[in-house]
């Protein structure tokens, strides 16, 4: 599936527990308006095969869609969060350099499809985060992580290189100088210390992990689903903007949202003091 079906995506629908499809490689569940997706290969650290690939960019064209769904949690199943590419299965694979440009394209398309999702991504990191597991992780909007999780980048060791823009969004989280310390050295850090770089935003035990980044994501899914999109596009392009464009484009989102039902409910509740219900209209 192209990255670009997500935006082309026009049926939209309320999702129900029952109309989610059954995955090979994922666990897809319904909490309230927040959906979890759970990486589901924890015989191989949830290492990465092409299925998986195609199965996450399904998935998250299915909460792209689905109006009753206002954020996703991406967790791991088992020991790890995702621990990068399944060497076993590449090593045996007899794949043409075309089909190895066409796998490695999903690896950036799933990071992008996270990166441009309208709907605000956590990610649960509740094991070993590592290679293409770190990052999908950074592609999220936030990183909560078990203290002791551990995240890395471990391609220099294996005469490869990263993807998924961490090259250009990790220096933007840790700073270039630390950026420079974990793609160089491919070093692996703890949750507590991801927490000290800013790389996650909390950590916390194993036992309360799922429950505060459901928490998190239920916060979010409160917040007016328009106002929402309009402002995770506007921070995540805010780097690549001049002052003046990124004001034009902060004026058009503003007005974007005066039009809708969404803000009139909002201004209705502040004035009634009472807890705002959004409609994503």
Not at 81 to 88: E, I, L, Q, T
């Amino acid at each position: 599936m192209s990255i670009h079906a997500l935006s082309n995506a026009s049926s939209r629908f309320t999702l129900t527990t029952e109309a989610i499809p059954s995955y090979q490689t994922l666990l897809v569940s319904l909490q309230e308006h927040v959906l979890e997706i759970r990486f589901n290969r924890p015989h191989r650290l949830n290492a990465v095969v092409e299925a998986f690939y195609t199965e996450l960019i399904d998935a998250l064209a299915l909460s792209e869609r689905a109006e009753n769904v206002r954020a996703v949690v991406i967790t791991g199943e088992g020991r790890a969060f995702c621990v990068g590419a399944d060497m076993k299965e590449h090593g045996g694979a007899a794949r043409t350099l075309y089909q190895r440009r066409q796998y490695l394209q999903l690896g950036n398309d799933v990071c992008e499809a996270i990166y441009r999702l309208k709907k605000p991504v956590v990610a649960a990191v509740n094991g070993y985060a590592l290679g293409a597991g770190a990052e999908m992780a950074v592609a999220c909007d936030f990183i909560v992580m078990a203290e002791d999780a551990q995240i890395g980048f471990p391609e220099t060791s294996i005469g490869t290189c990263v993807g998924g823009g961490v090259s250009k969004v990790l220096p933007q989280i840790v700073g270039l100088a630390q950026a420079r310390r974990l793609l160089f050295t491919g070093e692996k850090i703890s949750g507590t210390e991801a927490a000290r770089l800013s790389l996650a935003i909390a950590t916390y035990s194993q036992e309360q992990l799922l429950i505060e980044a459901h928490a998190l994501g239920a916060k979010l899914a409160e917040q007016a689903p328009v106002s929402m999109a309009m402002l995770k596009r506007l921070v995540n392009v805010s780097s690549a903007n001049d002052v003046e464009s990124h004001l034009q484009q902060e004026l058009d989102a503003v007005f974007t949202c005066s039009t809708t039902d969404d803000w009139q409910e909002g201004v209705d509740a502040f004035a009634q003091k009472r807890k705002p219900s959004f409609q994503g209209r």
